[in-house]
C-alpha cells in the first residue's frame, strides 16, 4: 500500500462517510452485519497497527490485539489517534480513506449504547441566570452557591450531582432573589446624592490627591507596597443592596495622548493601609476628554460599601502638588434604580393582573460636611491663629486643621471650642481627629468636656478623657449618656508641645448624633386578590420555569404551597413567593431534562440553556406548544439567540469552562517579576478573550481563527501590554495588526498564556500539554506515576529547563506522549507567566527587611528564549511556524471545537457513533469551515439526531 | 432508598450524639468519649524570637516567654516550620496563616479555604455553632477563609458573644421560615410520587428524593437548636478599664474555654490583630505595631517583650483552666487541640520564616520542643492535624506530606 497521508483524502473523504454512515445505522440492529464488520476491521488493524502492537513487539507499550481482543475495552484514544491521524505514525503505511472508515465504524459500534446518565442537574450559573430572567431582576448570587466543577472540565458533567448543600443554598438564594424582586415591606424611594469630598487617608497616601477647582484631583496611585491604594467618597451610603447609577463630571488633566483610567471600586471604608478591606472592581471609566464630562456607570452596592476611586495611568505623576491625573469635580449618584415603575418584575409575575401602585418617591439627599451643620449648629473658638481659623477643623477633613494664635502673640490657656446646639437635638458624643501632617506641636494630649444651657455657666465637667497624638484616624469620644443641653465645650487641658509654649490644634471636630433618617417605603400589592388569581399567576411561572405546559394535577403541589400560605396569612404577595420558590427548588426546573409535554418543549429549555443559560423566552415556548422546533426551524432559533445580547452568558460560560478563565486569579504573578501587572490589566485580559471569541461566532468566521488572525479585540491596558502603539481609550475595539505581531488567535493571548503558567513562572510541559489538549487537539494519556515535577532554573549556571525537558528525546516511553506535549510548550517560551512577549527570561533577585515596591521590579535577566520545535517532522522557529503547522489542518482544529461544544452542550463527551456523525459534518476547505455553522450543525445533531 | 416515617426523621436529626448531652455543663457521659477540639490562635506580631525560642533545647525555661508556663507537660514548640510564598507579603501573610495560599500580597489575590473553616465542615455537625470566630480588633480580616475565598469577619465584642452563645434570642421568624421550608418539601414529595406513578425517569426521581430526604434531616436539625434551651452559664467575663487590651484578651480566652465547655462549638480562631495605636499593659504603654518594628533597640525591645508577655499570660491561663475541667478519661485540654502562632517570623523585618508555634493539648505526647532540620512548610503540621481529627485529605495548602510531628 502506498503512503498516503490522510489531509490528501480530504476532497472526498467527506462524501463518502456520508454514504458509509448509512450502513453504520443498519449494523447496529443486525449482529450478522457486524460480525462481518469486525472481520474486515480486524483486517485492516492487522495490516497497519499488529505489527508495531501486538503482544511481543507493545510499541509505546500498547498491545493493541490483547486491548481489541477485550469485550468491553475503552477504545477512544485509539479512535482518537486513527480519526486524528496520529496514528499510524507518518513513516509507516497508511490505510486508504475506505479502509479507515472501516476500522472507525468498527471501534464505534462496540462501543454504541454504552449507559451514561440520562439527566444531569443545571449548574449554579443557570440557576442564577434563568430565576434573574424569570423574575425579572439582576441578582448575583452566584458566590453563595457552593461550586460544583469538582475536576470535571464543564459545568454540565453529568456525573456531577445535585447535594444537599447545594440545595440548601438554592433554597437561601431563591429567598434572597424573591425578596429582591417582590420586597416585603416595598421599595424604598428613589435617592440622589451629590458630593465633591472624599475620607481622610493616611498622610502618605496624601500626595495623590488635592482639592482642585470645584472637586479633586487624582493622579496615579500605585502604593510603595505594590497595593492600589483607592480613595473613598464621602456623604454617600448606599441605604439598601440594589443597583446605583454613579455618573463621574470628570476630566483628564495632563499632555499625553492616552486616556486616564479611573477604576471604580465598593468596599468598605478604612483609614490607613494596615487592613486593606476587600474591594470589588465594579467597572472602568475611560478619561480622554480635556473638557469637563459626565460618565455614567451602573453598579452594585450594598449597605456599609462606599464607593471608592483609583486613577491608574502608565504615566507616574507621583508628586505632591502635581496638576496631571484625574480631575473629578463630583459624582451624583442615582438608586437605587428601577427599570420602571412597577418594576419588570411585577409584570413578569402577575401579568396583567391590576395592582395597587403608590407614586413613586424620588428624594434629594443633602449632604454637609459635618453632622454639625446638619443639626444647624455652630462653632466658636478661644482664639485662632490667621489661615488656621476654626473652619478648617468643620471641613470634614484632616489635611486642614485650626490653631490657637501664637502670632504676633501667643494666645494663653484656656484653649477650648464651643459647640453650639441650638434646636437641643440627642448628641452621643464627638469624632476628634489630628491634623495628619506636621510635627504634632498642638495636638491634644487630655480634654475635659463641660455642657452647658446659657454657654456662660459650665459646672462641673461631664467627662475628661485622653487622645493619641500622631494618629489621624478620628478617634471617637462617647459621652456616658446623650445629651441635650445648648452647648457643649470641648476644654484643651493638655497638649504635645516640641518648645513648651502653650498651643492646641484640632484637624477636625464633630458632633455624634442619630440623624432622622427616611425609611419609608412603598409596597405593591395585588388589587382584590383570590386563589383563582394565585392558580393563575403559579401556572404562568410555572410554564416558563418548567418549560412545558401543565396540567391541573401536575400544578396541584405548586398551588398548593401558596395557597396554604394565603389561607394562613392572608397577603397574595407572600402566598405568590411561597409557591414560586416551590418551583425554583423543584426538581422540573433543577434537573435537565425537566418534565416536558412534547419534545419541542424539551428543545426550547435546551436551546435556552445553551444560549443563554436561562429558560425560553416567549418566542420558543409558542413555537414548542404547536411543536415546531425541528432539524429544520432549530437553525433559525440558533441565529436569532445568538444575536440577542443574553448570547453573552453563553461566551463567557464557554471560555470560562473549555479555556478555564475560571482558574485566571489562582495564580498571582509575581510583583519582583512583573510590577507592571496590575488589577486593570486583570480585569481586561479574559474580556479580550471572550469578546474575540464572539466575534468569530458573530461574523462566522473560518475556524482557523482560533489559531492565528489579524486582530484581536483590544483596549488601550491591552495594547500597551502586547506592545501595540496607538489605541486610546479603555473600551474595547477590533484592532489590526502588522503580520510581524504575533497575537491573533488563542494560543498568544494573555489570559491563555497566564492560565497555563505554573507558580510564579511559566512551564512549557503544562502549558504544552494544555494547547495540544485543548485546543490543538491531541488525545493524550495520563502522565505516568511516580514522575517528580521538575522545578524551573533559569540562571545561567544551571542546566536550563529546556535542557531538562529535552530529556524526554531519549526514552521511547516519554518520548511518545511528549512529542505531543513539549513542542507547543516551547513554541510559547517566548511569552513569559502574564502573556507578554520575552527573548530573555528574567531571576528573581532577594530583597533585604521589609519588601518596598519597585515599579522596575527586582530582577536579573538570565538566559535566552529558545522557542524552536519539531512536530510530527516539521519543524519550527518559534510561535509563528507553529501556528502555520497547526492551520495546516483545520479539520483537527474544527473536530477539537465540536467535541469541546457538545461535551459543554450535553453534559459528556460524544461517544465513538456521535464523533463519526460530527467529523463528517466538517467541510473539505478551510475557509467554508465557519464557526457558528459549526455550532448550529453540532447541536441540530444533538438535539435532534438529525443533519441540518 | 425507602421512604421514612417522620418520627423517623426526627429520631434520625436529633439523635446527635452530643447535642442532647450537651445541654448541660458536661459535654461527654459515660457511653460516649468526649468530642475533640480545635481552637487557633494568630497573634499577627509575632513574638520576638530570641525571647520565644527555648536557648536550650527542650529546656522551657531557657525562654523567657514560656518559663512560667503552667502545663510544661502537654506543650510542643516547634521551630523551622514557615509558609513559602510569603517573601514579599509583609502583613497580607496573616491572610494565609491558616491557609497557606502563596502570594496574598497580589491585588488578584483569591484565598483559599482555612484550616478551621475544613474542619469545621467536618466537625461542626454536632454542635449548636459549626465555629467560632474571634478577633480583638474591629477592623481586621480575621484568620478564618471560607471556601469562596472570602474573609469570614469575625466578632471582637465580648458582650455580644456571650448573649449569642448563652442569652436568649427570639427566633421565631427562623422558625417560620423553616416550617414554610418543610411544607415545600412535602408537597415536592407530593409530585415525585405522582411522577413515579406515570412512570418518569426513575434515576433522575431517585438522586433528586435523595437530596430532599438529606435536606429535611437539616431542616430537623436546625429545628431542634431552635428548640433546645442553651446552657446556662454564669457571666465571668471581667472588666477593667484601665488595662483594656488585656482584658478584652483574657475575655476572649474566657469565652472560647466556656464555648468548649458547654459544647456550643468544636472549632474556634481566634485573631489577635495588630492594633495600630497604643496599648497599655502592666509595664508598658506604646503603639504595638511601631514597637513590632524595633528595629534591634534595646528599650523597644523591652517595651515589646511586656505586651508579648501578657499575651502569652492569658494563654497560660487558658490552657490552665482548661486543663483544670475534668472530662472523660482526662481534662478538657486533653480534648482539645490549641495551636499558637504567628504568619510573621521577624515582624521587625517583615519576614515569614522560622515562625512561633506551639501545639498544646490534644492528648498528644508532647515534645517540649522540636526544632526541624530544614525549613518546612507548616501545612504539613496543618495535614497532620487534619488526619489526627479524622479527616481524610491527601494535602492542605503547601503540604508536602504529614510527617507524624505530634505523637499519640
Known amino acids: 500500500m502506498k503512503h498516503r497521508h490522510v489531509g490528501n483524502h480530504i476532497c472526498t473523504a467527506a462524501i463518502a462517510w456520508i454514504c458509509f454512515l448509512t450502513i453504520v445505522v443498519a449494523s447496529e440492529a443486525n449482529p450478522a452485519a457486524f460480525r462481518k464488520l469486525e472481520e474486515a476491521a480486524l483486517v485492516q488493524f492487522e495490516n497497519h497497527c499488529f505489527d508495531c502492537h501486538d503482544g511481543e513487539t507493545k510499541k509505546g507499550d500498547l498491545d493493541l490485539v490483547l486491548l481489541l481482543g477485550k469485550d468491553n475495552a475503552d477504545s477512544s484514544i485509539i479512535f482518537e489517534h486513527l480519526i486524528t491521524a496520529k496514528m499510524p505514525p507518518k513513516n509507516k503505511k497508511h490505510p486508504s480513506a475506505e479502509e479507515k472508515k472501516l476500522m472507525l465504524n468498527w471501534l464505534a459500534q462496540r462501543q454504541a449504547g454504552r449507559a451514561r446518565d440520562s439527566y444531569r442537574r443545571i449548574s449554579r450559573h443557570e440557576f442564577v441566570q434563568s430565576v434573574n430572567d424569570l423574575l425579572g431582576v439582576k441578582l448575583d448570587l452566584t458566590g453563595e452557591i457552593p461550586e460544583d466543577r469538582g475536576t470535571n472540565d464543564f459545568d454540565s458533567d453529568r456525573r456531577i450531582k445535585l447535594t444537599r448543600e447545594m440545595l440548601s443554598s438554592y433554597f437561601a438564594a431563591t429567598d434572597a432573589m424573591l425578596e429582591f424582586a417582590l420586597p416585603d415591606k416595598g421599595f424604598t424611594p428613589e435617592r440622589t446624592w451629590v458630593t465633591n469630598k472624599i475620607k481622610d487617608s493616611h498622610a502618605t497616601y496624601n500626595i495623590y490627591t488635592r482639592p482642585y477647582k470645584e472637586g479633586i484631583l487624582f493622579s496615579w496611585t500605585r502604593a510603595n507596597n505594590g497595593n492600589s491604594y483607592s480613595f473613598f467618597y464621602d456623604n454617600f451610603d448606599p441605604p439598601v443592596p440594589g443597583w446605583y447609577e454613579l455618573t463621574f463630571d470628570a476630566m483628564k488633566l495632563g499632555d499625553f495622548p492616552e486616556d486616564v483610567s479611573i477604576e471604580v471600586f465598593a468596599g468598605k471604608y478604612y483609614y490607613a493601609d494596615d487592613r486593606p478591606q476587600p474591594q470589588r472592581l465594579l467597572d472602568v471609566i475611560s478619561l480622554g476628554n480635556r473638557e469637563i464630562k459626565s460618565h455614567k456607570v451602573t453598579v452594585f452596592l450594598r449597605p456599609g460599601e462606599n464607593v471608592s476611586v483609583h486613577c491608574y495611568s502608565k504615566h507616574n505623576f507621583r508628586q505632591k502638588n502635581g496638576n496631571q491625573g484625574a480631575y473629578i469635580k463630583q459624582l451624583k449618584v442615582r438608586g437605587p434604580v428601577l427599570d420602571q415603575w412597577p418594576p419588570i418584575s411585577y409584570r413578569n409575575i402577575f401579568g396583567n393582573l391590576p395592582l395597587k401602585v403608590p407614586a413613586r418617591e424620588h428624594l434629594r439627599v443633602s449632604t454637609s460636611h459635618t453632622n454639625l451643620k446638619a443639626i444647624g449648629g455652630s462653632v466658636t473658638v478661644s482664639s485662632f491663629q490667621e489661615g488656621m481659623e476654626k473652619e478648617r477643623m468643620l471641613d470634614g477633613s484632616n489635611r486642614t486643621f485650626w490653631h490657637t494664635r501664637f502670632k504676633p502673640t501667643l494666645a494663653k490657656p484656656p484653649h477650648y471650642v464651643i459647640l453650639e446646639n441650638p434646636a437641643g437635638k440627642a448628641i452621643e458624643g464627638l469624632n476628634y481627629a489630628t491634623w495628619s501632617g506636621g510635627n504634632g506641636n498642638g495636638q491634644v494630649k487630655s480634654f475635659a468636656i463641660h455642657l452647658s444651657e446659657d454657654g456662660i455657666s459650665w459646672g462641673k465637667p461631664l467627662m475628661t478623657g485622653a487622645l493619641e497624638i500622631r494618629l489621624a484616624s478620628e478617634q471617637p469620644i462617647l459621652f456616658p449618656e446623650k445629651t441635650t443641653k445648648r452647648f457643649i465645650r470641648f476644654l484643651v487641658t493638655d497638649a504635645h508641645s516640641l518648645d513648651g509654649r502653650s498651643l492646641a490644634s484640632i484637624g477636625k471636630l464633630d458632633v455624634m448624633a442619630s440623624l432622622p433618617v427616611n425609611d419609608s417605603s412603598q409596597v405593591i400589592s395585588v388589587a382584590d386578590p383570590s386563589p383563582e388569581k394565585l392558580r393563575m399567576v403559579i401556572r404562568n411561572f410555572a410554564k416558563k420555569a418548567f418549560s412545558s405546559s401543565l396540567s391541573d394535577e401536575e400544578l396541584a403541589p405548586y398551588y398548593t404551597v401558596g395557597l396554604q400560605s394565603l389561607e394562613k396569612g392572608g397577603d397574595f404577595v407572600t402566598a405568590t413567593k411561597a409557591g414560586l420558590k416551590a418551583i425554583l427548588c423543584s426538581h422540573r426546573f433543577l434537573m435537565a431534562p425537566g418534565e416536558h409535554k412534547n419534545d419541542s418543549y424539551k428543545i426550547a429549555a435546551d436551546l435556552a440553556r445553551i444560549f443563554w443559560l436561562s429558560v425560553p423566552d416567549n418566542t420558543l415556548l409558542e413555537l414548542a406548544e404547536k411543536q415546531q422546533l425541528s432539524a429544520r426551524s432549530i437553525p433559525d432559533q440558533v441565529d436569532r439567540m445568538l444575536k440577542d445580547d443574553k448570547s453573552q452568558a453563553m461566551i463567557h460560560s464557554f471560555c470560562d469552562q473549555w479555556l478555564n478563565l475560571r482558574s485566571f486569579n489562582k495564580i498571582a504573578p509575581s510583583l519582583k517579576l512583573y510590577p507592571a501587572y496590575n488589577d486593570l490589566l486583570n480585569h481586561y485580559l479574559p474580556l479580550e478573550t471572550e469578546a474575540y471569541l464572539n466575534y468569530l461566532i458573530q461574523e462566522n468566521l473560518p475556524i482557523g481563527h482560533l489559531i492565528d488572525s489579524d486582530f484581536s479585540i483590544l483596549n488601550q491596558r491591552l495594547a500597551q501590554h502586547y506592545g501595540i502603539d496607538g489605541v486610546i481609550g479603555q473600551h474595547l475595539r477590533k484592532v489590526n495588526f502588522e503580520p510581524s505581531v504575533p497575537r491573533g488567535g488563542l494560543l498568544t493571548m494573555g489570559s491563555v498564556l497566564k492560565v497555563t503558567a505554573a507558580g510564579f513562572d511559566t512551564s512549557p510541559i503544562l502549558r504544552g500539554a494544555w494547547i495540544s489538549k485543548n485546543i490543538a487537539g491531541n488525545t493524550l494519556s495520563a502522565p505516568p506515576e511516580n514522575i517528580e515535577v521538575i522545578e524551573p532554573e533559569h540562571g545561567k549556571q544551571a542546566v536550563t529547563l529546556r535542557e531538562q525537558i529535552e530529556e524526554h528525546k531519549k526514552s521511547q516511553a516519554c518520548y511518545a506522549c511528549h512529542k505531543s506535549i513539549d513542542p507547543y510548550g516551547f513554541a510559547l517560551e517566548n511569552f513569559d507567566a502574564t502573556g507578554q512577549w520575552r527573548t530573555r527570561y528574567r531571576v528573581k533577585k532577594p530583597h533585604g527587611g521589609t519588601f518596598q515596591y519597585r515599579p522596575k521590579g527586582y530582577y536579573n535577566l538570565a538566559g535566552n528564549v529558545d522557542s524552536s520545535g519539531e512536530i510530527n517532522g516539521a519543524g519550527f522557529q518559534d510561535v509563528f511556524g507553529l501556528k502555520q503547522i497547526l492551520l495546516s489542518d483545520h479539520r483537527k482544529i474544527a473536530y477539537n471545537f465540536i467535541k469541546k461544544l457538545f461535551e459543554y452542550a450535553n453534559g459528556y463527551q460524544p461517544d465513538l457513533v456521535q464523533r463519526l456523525h460530527l467529523y463528517a459534518m466538517i467541510p473539505d476547505k478551510p475557509d467554508q469551515c465557519r464557526i457558528k455553522d459549526l455550532i448550529t450543525k453540532t447541536l441540530v445533531y444533538s438535539l435532534t439526531g438529525e443533519r441540518s | ?408
Not at chain 2, 117 to 128: I, P, Y
Not at chain 2, 246 to 252: C, Q
Request: glycine share 8%.
Open chain 2, 1 to 408: 432508598m425507602k421512604d421514612i416515617s417522620r418520627k423517623d426523621f426526627l429520631k434520625f436529626g436529633a439523635a446527635l450524639p452530643f447535642a442532647l448531652h450537651s445541654l448541660g455543663l458536661k459535654a461527654a457521659t459515660k457511653k460516649n468519649p468526649p468530642p475533640q477540639r480545635i481552637i487557633f490562635i494568630c497573634s499577627c506580631l509575632g513574638f520576638y524570637a530570641p525571647y520565644f525560642f527555648p536557648g536550650k533545647r527542650e529546656d522551657l525555661a531557657s525562654s523567657l516567654y514560656l518559663k512560667g508556663m503552667q502545663t510544661p507537660e502537654k506543650m510542643t514548640i516547634f521551630g523551622n516550620l514557615f509558609h513559602p510564598g510569603m517573601d514579599t507579603s509583609n502583613h497580607d501573610s496573616e491572610k494565609s496563616f491558616l491557609t497557606g495560599s502563596p502570594s496574598p500580597e497580589s491585588p488578584t489575590f483569591v484565598n483559599g479555604m482555612s484550616l478551621d473553616q475544613v474542619m469545621a465542615r467536618e466537625m461542626g455537625g454536632g454542635t449548636r455553632f459549626p465555629f467560632l470566630n474571634f478577633s480583638i480588633y474591629d477592623r481586621g480580616w480575621g484568620i478564618s477563609w471560607n471556601d469562596r475565598g472570602s474573609a469570614i469577619p469575625p466578632m471582637h465584642e465580648e458582650e455580644k458573644i456571650f448573649e449569642m452563645l448563652f442569652g436568649e434570642e427570639d427566633l421565631r421568624t427562623r422558625k417560620l421560615q423553616l416550617q414554610n421550608d418543610q411544607n415545600i418539601l412535602n408537597n415536592l414529595h407530593r409530585d415525585l410520587a405522582h411522577l413515579r406513578i406515570k412512570g418518569a425517569n426513575a434515576g433522575k426521581l431517585d438522586s433528586y428524593q435523595a437530596v430532599i430526604k438529606e435536606l429535611e434531616i437539616q431542616l430537623n436539625h436546625e429545628k431542634f437548636w431552635l428548640n433546645a434551651e442553651k446552657p446556662k452559664v454564669e457571666k465571668s467575663l471581667s472588666d477593667d478599664p484601665e488595662f483594656a487590651f488585656s482584658t478584652k484578651l483574657n475575655n476572649l480566652f474566657e469565652l472560647a474555654k466556656l464555648a468548649f465547655r458547654t459544647d456550643s462549638t468544636r472549632v474556634i480562631t481566634l485573631s489577635m490583630d495588630w492594633i495600630d495605636g497604643a496599648i497599655k499593659v502592666p509595664g508598658a504603654t506604646g503603639g504595638w505595631h511601631s514597637l513590632s518594628h524595633h528595629g534591634g533597640q534595646a528599650n523597644k525591645i523591652d517595651q515589646l517583650s511586656k505586651i508579648e508577655i501578657d499575651t502569652l499570660r492569658h494563654f497560660n491561663r487558658f490552657l490552665f483552666e482548661m486543663d483544670q475541667i475534668k472530662e472523660g478519661n482526662g481534662t478538657l485540654l486533653d480534648h482539645t487541640t490549641v495551636v499558637m502562632g504567628s504568619n510573621f517570623g521577624d515582624a521587625s523585618n517583615h519576614t515569614c520564616n522560622n515562625l512561633p508555634i506551639i501545639v498544646a493539648g490534644g492528648g498528644y505526647r508532647h515534645q517540649v520542643h522540636t526544632v526541624l532540620e530544614k525549613p518546612t512548610p507548616l501545612c504539613n503540621l496543618y495535614l497532620e492535624l487534619l488526619h489526627k481529627h479524622n479527616i481524610d485529605k491527601e494535602r492542605f495548602g503547601s503540604s508536602e506530606k504529614d510527617m507524624g510531628l505530634l505523637k499519640g
